[in-house]
């Protein structure tokens, strides 16, 4: 990692995103990879992920090749995308792997469609071990509102008995609660091949609002839910800081709340909040900052860090979201004072 810090200016690499959302082929009327590669590249980030729940899903070589043509011809940050595990999202048939991973997918994921068959888990874990893959999972039991902590949880605990049974390298994406972070450090200490993330509105907010702007999935948890995941963050039980940059449009995420989509956006705004309640708190370190945000997420996927990113650190400045490069300009951070701005991005 570069990390020259001279005076209030910090040098450093681009960041790394395990797990964001471009919408593009299918959805661009929320997000496009141009626009999502604008964001992402004021965000600072070199490297970004992308999902495949896009129309079609991205489970076969047409689309994952379109994606990655359409990123090289915008250029600047990589784009390094996530193919589902399973045909459509929603089947118990594999998608071919090995063909997947030879045109240029990252890691396999179904995303907000978590694989709740746990044979079809196992034989997913199979495969992953057998051709090195990584496998990221949206930790879901959807016998449970996601609204309730059982939700995660108890999908966690189902998903590491597959991988204690059967190995294979599993990455768990935007937890939130203490009881998902106890289970995972607990594995961690028995030696299995996990790691997590968590996203900056999980140490930022908490609670319940009734607007829109603040619904995502997993959704916010209680304070003490907050407390954890700092914790976990100091210990190193979790890993990474993802956004899940998740853009829909404004006339979605000004619905009621019972109506509208679950997702925000967050490449525009993470490491100011990483930064101003991580760092400037005592909580972590700049550089234990800058490792959640490009070392791991660039080891977990298997990658060296891209681009340089310079930033003033004590500059402050407040969330304007209709000042943002994505199309989805709504935010719950809207209005909140944050230190640490994005001067400028290079790719090289």
Sequence with gaps: MIFDLQGNKLITNGFVELHCHLREPGFEYKEDIESG????KAGG????CPMPNTKPVCDNLETLRYIKTRANEVGGVKVLPVCAMTKGLNS???????ALRSAGAIAFSNDGRPVENMETFKRILQEGKRLGLVMMSHAENTAFSPFDNRSEYTAVER?????????GQL???????????ELIRAAKKKGLNVTCETAPHYFTLCGRHDEARFKMNPPLRSEDDGLAVVEALKDGTIDAIATDHAPHSIEEKTKSFDEAPFGI????????LGYTNLVRTGHLSLEQLLEKMIDNPARIIGVEPFGRVEIDLDKEWGVKASEFKTKAKISPFEGMKLYGKIIRSQYV
């Design 37 to 40: 590669i604008a964001a992402a």
């Design 159 to 167: 998903e590491l008995k597959v991988v204690e049974e059967v190995g």
């Design 92 to 98: 118990d048939e594999l998608v071919d792997f090995e």
């Design 265 to 272: 956006v967050g490449f525009e705004t993470a490491f100011a």
């Design 171 to 181: 990455h768990f994406c935007h937890i939130s609660t203490k009881e998902s972070l």
């Design 45 to 48: 980030y070199g490297i970004i």
